[in-house]
């Protein structure tokens, strides 16, 4: 490039000089022959015709001066000619020149405007076709390049081009980005441990692919590099000249191998979880063969043999048939493509089984087989059968219960913190003279009010502070006596609900222990009078004797008559 430079930077151009020489040359003999040769011609045909020797001779003096004179005129007027045309072709040139000089210093869009159609401009259309074509495969060659360093910027791989004596001439980009993690590894370190494969390489050509572990210094990983010698050039050791030979390709697998590693170790996790699963899975193809089966499987199905190509049919270890039975989830789950669930009972087996059929797709989204899972639920069928036993059981206690809340004579009211009655059975809305939906959220105290307001705080108090309280005798202001009870219901775990209120009138009760009293305060004045007219009458002693045994006998059968009322009156409560 600097030679063209050279070559095309200042031309002197003397073309135009010799062509303004020759052509001054031949003017000026073309001048002297003519004249000479009209000179003699006119001079011999004047003589030969008998004109007289002086006068031709002036005559050919004269006709000398206007021929020399003519030339003269001719010359310059040629000369200044020639000048006018070799100064275009002069600055003709120089464009070219210039131009050819622009091309030299890598300017390739530069273009000759000359539009004449003379040779100039074939020239300079011939240039201009020149320089796009150039322009054109510059282009591409930088693309390329671009395309090439890009690659090689990109390329995880490290580049490594080492000549015919061992040298490295080169190291492609990749290697700084190892650098920057390690900044002691050297490329020497690589041709040192792969020093033998070079040589190899240089004496035979073969290309050499090998794995290979680095550790730089003063680090404590080990890298794993896979490595390929290829050769690049027919250069070999005994080659005197140093040649690029050998092209080392290093690619970091360190990662790749800690994940091959990880996958491995993620394979037989799979597989022992896979076999440490309690449910039965086998995994089929589409002609409804068991390819492979976990351990639980193994074993309930007795399978022993999985290896390829063998024919193992899953109805013949599902079900103990030689064909797959009408309803049969695999078949189902081929024919609809979708995943399918169901409970049933298999009498081969002799369990209750959840099946569960999963379609394995390849990347094409083609159905290849299934994954079937069967999950033994006997127990658990069993624990259900127990749970409706229970459950009916418990339905049926219900009812009872429902059918004594509400035929009860006791009061029971459900009731919140507020008082708010959120249940009542049929006794406590008879008595109230409405039904039990009416009451639903209004105030218990509203329609059963004590007539004692220190027992009510008492009772609001307890009910606060989720404490019970147990048959304590209230009267109300309707003057009907009651034994009540109050106690708190939570769920299990804990939580308070309502509180449960019962109530039992004892009105019969203390009015007949008021009699009692009425009746024993009059038996005991009775008494006295007797005593009294005892001592007044003490011959009348026998008779008083009489009386007071029956006296006696009356208060024995009053006093069996109270007790059994009252006992009628608790076994009531």
Not at 339 to 364: M, Q
Request: hydrophobic letters at 40%; glycine letters at 4%.
């Amino acid at each position: 490039m600097k030679q063209i430079k050279e070559i095309i930077k200042a031309p002197k151009f003397r073309l135009r000089r010799n062509i303004i020489l020759i052509l001054f040359i031949v003017t000026v003999i073309g001048a002297v022959l003519i004249n000479a040769l009209l000179y003699f011609s006119l001079h011999n045909h004047l003589i030969n015709d008998g004109w007289d020797v002086n006068m031709v001779s002036e005559l050919g003096s004269h006709l000398i001066t206007v021929g020399s004179s003519s030339a003269f005129l001719g010359i310059v007027t040629i000369m200044l000619l020639t000048l006018v045309l070799t100064k275009h072709i002069d600055n003709t040139i120089r464009i070219f020149s210039g131009h050819m000089k622009d091309m030299a210093d890598g300017n390739w869009s530069t273009r000759i405007n000359i539009t004449s159609e003379d040779e100039f401009g074939q020239l300079a259309s011939g240039f201009n076709y020149m320089a796009e074509h150039i322009e054109d495969s510059i282009q591409e060659i930088q693309t390329a390049k671009d395309y090439t360093d890009n690659i090689l910027l990109s390329a995880p791989s490290i580049l490594i081009v080492v000549s015919n004596r061992m040298k490295i001439l080169s190291v492609s980009s990749a290697f700084e980005r190892l650098r920057r993690r390690f900044n002691t590894i050297e490329p020497d370190l690589f041709i040192t441990t792969l020093g033998q494969d070079i040589k190899m390489n240089l004496q035979k050509g073969d290309t050499i692919k090998k794995e290979i572990t680095v550790k730089p210094e003063g680090s404590a990983d080990s890298l794993i590099f896979d490595s390929i010698v290829s050769r690049i050039g027919n250069y070999g050791s005994d080659v005197i000249e140093e040649k690029a030979a050998v092209l080392l390709t290093i690619t970091d697998i360190t990662e790749q191998q800690h994940m091959r590693e990880m996958v491995l170790q993620a394979r037989q996790d799979w597989e022992d979880t896979f076999d440490s699963i309690p449910d039965i899975i086998t995994i089929h193809d589409k002609d409804l063969n068991i390819v492979q089966a976990n351990k639980a499987a193994m074993e309930m199905l007795n399978l022993t043999d999985l290896s390829p190509g063998r024919i193992n049919k899953c109805y013949n270890f599902y079900h103990g048939t030689d064909s797959a039975p009408a309803d049969c989830p695999s078949c189902e789950c081929y024919n609809s493509g979708a995943p399918l669930s169901l409970e049933t009972y298999e009498p081969f087996l002799g369990k209750h089984l959840e099946i569960r059929t999963i379609p394995r797709v390849n990347d094409k989204e083609q159905l290849v087989g299934l994954i079937h899972i069967a999950r033994d639920i006997s127990e658990r069928k069993e624990i259900e059968n127990e749970h409706n036993l229970l459950l009916a059981s418990v339905t049926k206690a219900k009812i009872e219960w429902e059918e004594t809340f509400d035929t009860v004579s006791e009061f029971i009211v459900l009731i919140d913190k507020d008082f708010n009655i959120k249940r009542c059975n049929k006794s406590f809305a008879g008595h109230i003279g409405l039904t039990p939906g009416e009451l639903i959220n209004k105030k218990c105290h509203e329609f059963f009010e004590l007539a004692d307001t220190q027992s009510l705080d008492h009772c609001k108090e307890l009910i606060a502070r989720e404490e019970s309280m147990t048959r304590v005798e209230v009267k109300t202001k309707d003057n009907h006596w009651f034994y009540m009870s109050h106690r708190p219901i939570c769920d299990r775990n804990g939580t308070y609900l309502h509180t449960v209120v019962i109530a039992t009138i004892i009105t019969e009760l203390k009015e007949a222990q008021q009699k009692l009293s009425t009746s024993e305060g009059e038996l005991k004045k009775k008494v006295n009078d007797l005593e009294k007219f005892y001592d007044m009458a003490v011959g009348r002693e026998l008779k008083m004797k009489k009386l007071k045994r029956e006296i006696k006998k009356m208060e024995t059968e009053y006093a069996i008559n109270v007790g059994k009322k009252a006992s009628e009156q608790e076994q009531s409560i």
